[in-house]
């Protein structure tokens, strides 16, 4: 069977048509393929949320804004249009929120659901709606205060610097100054001391590397003398050392021998040691001598005869 060209213009032209519809809706946030309630919310105007915007649940996204329409209140309220997925339940007591997606903007509406067992909103109702502060649109109030704070305190500080004030302030200022010119000169004055004195240190340390030099090359000459000289240093002290020991083992045996005569009584020292009648004999002519010496010196006359000169 043969078809026409115009068969095939009109269904190239169905296909375009149902297209267009889908795309349009697409655009719009809706999906046609997929089943959903359509509800309406009424809140002051917020440039934030549009066509396609999405709807929240819990966390989830369930639909999308897919109308918006002015009222002529005279509060600038507006009436948004969204679908939710048909499988979703929004019980009577729920609100629709608007609330701030990020710090820098964007907004997106959020239904806060309530008891789902309970009464539910049918297709086509109006759902109540309030607005949330976003971040920056709750701390307006805090940041307020604080620009006030602030304000308040800079003009206390700039009351309290009167012109006295600000004199001394310059004053110490000058006298800043001052120091830091003076600590240039210092440095200048330190360095030019550092630049006379470094041919002196480069010659110090001329003379530090050639004697360093010096040793390392004599190392081993100076390590022959080192063990040379403890070689003779041990020999002498062993040396006398040696002597001392005999000399004072000679002395200790003859010290003994002396000791063991005593004993035995030899010699003179021997027999006034062990002898009792000896000493008790020298004892008793101590004692006489000491009574002739008396008497001696009592009456020398009587036993020394002296001659009478003759005249």
Known sequence: ?????????????????????????????????????????????????????PIDLDGFKVGTVTGIEMTQSAHSEVIFEFTVNKKYKISKDAIVASFSTGILGGNALKIYNGDINGPLFNNKDTIPAKIELGMIESLTPTLAKIKESLTSFINKLDSTFT???????????????????????????TNAIVKNEKVKLDNSLTNVESITKNIKDNNVDITASIKNLKKTTDQLAEADLKKTVDEAKKTLEELKKLIDNVNKGQGSLGMLATDKKLYENLNSMASQLDVVLKQLEKNPGKYIPFKKNKK
């Open 163 to 189: 012109k006295d004030a600000q004199k001394d302030l310059n004053a110490v200022i000058a006298n800043m100054k001052d120091i830091t010119e003076n600590v240039k000169l210092v440095t200048m004055e």
């Open 1 to 53: 069977m043969k078809v026409s060209n115009e068969t095939k213009v009109g269904a190239l032209t169905v296909v375009a048509i149902v297209c267009l519809i889908l795309g349009y809706n697409l655009l719009k946030g809706r999906n046609l393929f997929t089943p959903s309630h359509t509800y309406y919310t009424k809140m002051s105007y917020n440039p934030g949320i549009a066509v396609s915007t």
